[in-house]
């Protein structure tokens, strides 16, 4: 069957719930549009798992700085309908902006804590920007499952801790990220980078995968392990690092060593002229 389009709230709406009715699992995959491979496993791990597979497209300006790229952020409806399609989504919701923040919307919804580190730290108003749209489109579509990025790693916990807090009945399902053969990790932004910008955009994933190696080999004091990883960054001069962390993956708290057996998230953020680029990689350390 084709993927219907939806516009509006109310079309949705009723879409999704015909499928409650008759009884279907229902998945949802938000994002925000230019839809690439990466999309397409959440997309379709979301059709595995569910019976009704809703999509969403909506590029939210609340989670940009004004300094940032929203009004350059890719748009591609036609093709969004084609992958998501492709992939097993049954309806596309992209709604305008006045449909989402119609004249006299009011509401943010804030998460202390998590939300501010790492990518809170350099983009302080960004995450009440994705909470307070997850949180409406959570109630606009009211799916049994989300499927989120491993990608936006920190992204993740904060819905996580949104779906606690606030008792959204969701499991959030984390799909791991999906790279070029080179370890590229897709991304949008993707898209802004020059060839020669692209090749010292590698450098992120060599940095995790240096970080990783050292870990692996049995290190565990964490400024050794950080230090690893600037110096994998610090070899491509064009590249600003904002930040080349190691924490724990449940947490983010970042002890100064970590316990044989811990799981440890390993996070970079850096930026080139035209993108500024994001990535991170779970490791466990190994018991002795
Ligand atoms: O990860 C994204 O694409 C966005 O932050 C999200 C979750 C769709 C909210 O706008």
Partial sequence: MAIVLARTIAELRQQVQAQRTAGKRIGFVPT?????????????LAAQECEYVVTSDFVNPTQFAPTEDFERYPRDLQRDLQVAEQAGSHVLFAPSV??????GFA?????????????GAFR???FDGVVTVVSKLFNIVQPDRAYFGQKDYQQLLVIRQLVRDLNFP????????????????????NVYLSAEE???????YRALQAGQSVILQGERRRSVIEARMQEVLSAVPE???????????????????????????LLVAARLPSARLI???????PNP
């Fill in 32 to 44: 925000m549009g230019y839809l690439h491979e990466g999309h397409a496993a959440l997309i379709r």
């Fill in 98 to 103: 006045e449909e989402m923040y119609p004249e």
């Fill in 107 to 119: 509401t943010t919804v804030s998460i202390r804590g998590i939300t501010e580190k790492f990518e």
């Fill in 124 to 126: 302080p108003t960004h």
């Fill in 170 to 189: 969701i499991e959030v399902v984390m799909v791991p990220t999906v790279r070029e053969p080179d370890g590229l990790a897709l991304s949008s932004r």
């Fill in 198 to 204: 692209r090749q010292k955009a590698l450098s992120l």
């Fill in 239 to 265: 590249l600003r690092i904002d930040y080349a962390a190691a924490a724990l993956a449940e947490t983010l708290e970042q002890p100064e060593a970590f316990s044989p057996g811990a799981r440890v998230v």
């Fill in 279 to 285: 990535d991170n990689l779970l490791v466990q350390v």
